[in-house]
């Protein structure tokens, strides 16, 4: 099994910055990739920022030029910087961990509780 925990989240003015932290642990064999995602109540959970095992990075156009992805490898960590940010960047942001592949060629998907990000205006 994998845990992830996130942290970081919380209350912060239009224009001001947080920094998420995803830290992963327990049977992690290979990470292939490691991602942020959010939801918004109502909408689907869309993808804000992936990091490759190769240190590849890919944004949603929403975020690019403001949010940084990066990752600590040696200890299974992911950040997310946040930078200037604004009332649409409120809501949930989820932590995505993929291993794989698996000897069958599979990935496995596991995914944090979320931690809340309210910008206020």
């Known amino acids: 099994q994998v845990q992830l925990v996130e942290s970081g989240g919380g209350l912060v003015q239009a224009g001001g910055s947080l920094r998420l932290s995803c830290a992963a642990s327990g049977n992690i064999f290979s990470i292939n990739t490691m991602g942020w995602y959010r939801q918004a109540p109502g909408k689907q959970r869309e993808l804000v920022a992936v990091?490759?095992?190769?240190?590849?990075?890919r944004y949603a156009d929403s975020v690019k030029g403001r949010f940084t992805i990066s990752r600590d490898s040696a200890k299974n960590t992911m950040y997310l910087q946040m930078n200037n940010l604004n009332a649409e960047d409120t809501t949930i942001y989820y932590c995505?961990?993929?291993?794989?592949?698996?000897?069958?060629?599979?990935?496995?998907?596991?995914w944090g509780h979320g931690t809340q990000v309210t910008v206020s205006s």
């Open positions: 990091i490759s095992s190769g240190g590849s990075t």
């Open positions: 995505n961990v993929q291993l794989g592949p698996t000897a069958w060629g599979s990935f496995l998907d596991y």
